[in-house]
């Protein structure tokens, strides 16, 4: 497929690799466009522009950080898209933005589809991604080579673009409360006087032998937390997103609230650019444990 990308982040790169790597066209976008050069040379075109990344493509991935950033690009997206072709957006976005952004294509008879990836940068190179995806079920189904490239399995959200991001945002609300949990347990065997090797070896060859503990248990246990594959500022843009998608459908979610706190607290301690894993460092400090 002819494929325009456009955020280049360290999940964006390692995705644009991946299509490059499936045999698609691609024309790339940054506004830094340093962050282009690796894919350049594995034969991506740079674009100079938005305008230029939607030109004469079937699809257009967008892989932001926030809405603000989607708000803006997709209205440059709009003007310069064909009729028919598909805006994809891949980050995680807020439910009200996604429905904005989903009535301007469809009143430039252009096609929406909300496709955030569940996964670290490191998945992300790997191919095996996760990916959500909600919007027209025939614009879904020419996408479905982009995603192969990409993913390991697509989950289909339904036909409305706000449902991929109430998927991923509940998702990524029992990460964080996966860690907020960790964060404890890790402190109360800590006190104790143990390893934290001790219970991550126990959890991991146990119940929680998953992904979720294994990987962010590491993290805590080895206090890694400037590997950072998901930082804490977006951690707690997404909380937001969490508590904001929930306050609209009258829901109450008490357990985001509380690593909600824990993520404002590491933030306030100068770690919003570590890995949100370092909320357990939170909880270590309340414990007495570190300064």
């Known amino acids: 497929m002819k494929v325009g990308f456009i955020g280049l982040g360290r999940m964006g790169q390692a995705m644009a690799a991946r299509l490059i790597a499936g045999g698609h066209e691609l024309v790339v976008y940054n506004r830094s466009r340093d962050k282009a050069a690796e ?62 952004v989903a009535t301007w294509h469809g009143n430039a008879a252009q096609r929406f589809v909300a496709s955030p990836v569940l996964g670290r940068p490191e998945v992300a190179a790997a191919g095996q991604l996760g990916i959500l995806a909600a919007g027209p079920a025939d614009a879904i189904e020419k996408l479905a080579p982009l995603y192969q490239a990409m993913g390991r399995r697509t989950f289909e959200a339904g036909g409305k673009p706000e449902g991929a991001a109430a998927v991923k945002l509940a998702n990524n609300m029992l990460v964080g409360c996966a860690i ?37 248990g590491n ?31 009258n829901v109450p979610l008490p357990s985001l609230n509380v690593y909600r706190d824990s993520l404002l607290s590491a933030t306030a301690h ?22």
């Open 39 to 100: 894919l350049e040379k594995s034969g991506a075109k740079v674009a100079g522009s938005i305008a230029e990344a939607c030109r004469g493509r079937d699809a257009v991935i967008s892989m932001l950080a926030d809405d603000k950033a989607l708000t803006e690009v997709a209205k440059e997206i709009v003007a310069a898209l064909a009729k028919g072709a598909i805006h994809v957006a891949m980050g995680t976005h807020g439910v009200h933005v996604l429905r904005e």
């Open 219 to 249: 993290l805590i246990a080895k206090g890694l937390y400037d590997q950072a594959g998901f930082t804490t500022a977006l951690g707690l843009k997404d909380a937001g997103l969490v508590a904001a998608a929930a306050q609209s459908v």
């Open 270 to 291: 100068g770690d919003s650019q570590r890995d949100w894993a370092v909320m357990a460092r939170v909880q270590a400090r309340a414990a007495g444990l570190e300064g």
């Open 180 to 216: 907020e949990a960790m964060g404890e347990a890790f402190s109360l065997v800590r006190k104790y006087g143990v390893e934290a090797q001790a219970l991550y070896d126990v959890i991991t060859d146990g119940m929680f032998a998953a992904p979720v503990y294994k990987v962010y």
